[in-house]
């Protein structure tokens, strides 16, 4: 079982950057699609991103599209987050998941989940 912890979360500015790494333990990353998401406040759980076993193949909310890039390192079993152009709705508690799916989509179940990080955006 695969034990995830998202790390880079933080109190930034509208236009600023972040990079939100999720480190995993108990199992290798390669045998997994991951994901993130995403909860605001007052909203439901939103999908972000997903990645390929490989990273050969990632998929992106339209919201973030164009703005985040989603990578990852299966040496160093971490995935990440690259945000950039950051706007105040991007203000969220981040989560990234792991899913036995090898080419995630957005409609993926999920398997396993870390506790997820705040990210903050003033205006």
């Known amino acids: 079982q695969v034990q995830l912890v998202e790390s880079g979360g933080g109190l930034v500015q509208a236009g600023d950057s972040l990079r939100l790494s999720c480190g995993a333990s108990?199992?290798?990353?390669?045998?997994?699609?991951m994901g993130w998401f995403r909860h605001g406040p007052g909203n439901e759980r939103e999908f972000v991103a997903t990645i390929s076993w490989n990273g050969a193949f990632t998929y992106y909310a339209d919201s973030v599209k164009g703005r985040f890039t989603v990578s990852r390192d299966n040496g160093k079993n971490t995935v990440y987050l690259q945000m950039n152009s950051l706007k105040p709705e991007d203000t969220a508690v981040y989560y990234c998941?792991?899913?036995?799916?090898?080419?995630?989509?957005?409609?993926?179940?999920?398997?396993?989940w870390g506790q997820g990080t705040q990210v903050t955006v003033s205006s």
């Open positions: 998941a792991a899913s036995r799916e090898l080419e995630p989509s957005r409609r993926t179940e999920f398997d396993y």
């Open positions: 108990g199992d290798t990353l390669r045998r997994y699609g």
